[in-house]
């Protein structure tokens, strides 16, 4: 941690939590319900999940909208999201880890 002080105001800077290793995202993805898939070719991966929050959370984290929502059949109301993992920052490679 790093103090500062400025016009007698005193503050406190955190360091950076680092990003979880890859295998922890994956697994934490996949214990929410999602469907974790790696391209042929380094470094494709790909989430779908019919979840939200889930799409939310991955897209906080840096992850990109493939494609969705969109619906899984006709006459189904339920939706499903295409996220690319490529752009979240972890520890390791996202593509080894989902063999």
């Known amino acids: 941690m790093a103090t500062a002080a400025v016009n007698g105001f005193s503050f406190?800077?955190?360091d950076p939590e680092p990003p979880p290793t890859a295998a922890e995202l994956l697994a934490d993805?996949?214990?929410?319900?999602?469907?974790?898939?790696?391209?042929?070719?380094?470094?494709?991966v790909f989430v779908l999940t019919t979840d939200s929050a889930l799409a939310a959370w991955l897209q906080d984290k840096g992850a990109r909208l493939k494609a969705g929502p969109y619906p899984l059949a006709r006459?189904?109301?339920?939706?499903?999201w295409d996220l690319t993992l490529n752009s979240v920052k972890t520890d390791g490679s996202l593509w080894?880890?989902?063999?």
């Open 12 to 14: 406190t800077f955190r």
């Open 29 to 44: 993805i996949r214990s929410r319900g999602g469907r974790v898939h790696r391209m042929m070719k380094p470094p494709g």
């Open 75 to 80: 006459g189904d109301d339920r939706r499903e």
């Open 96 to 99: 080894e880890a989902a063999q």
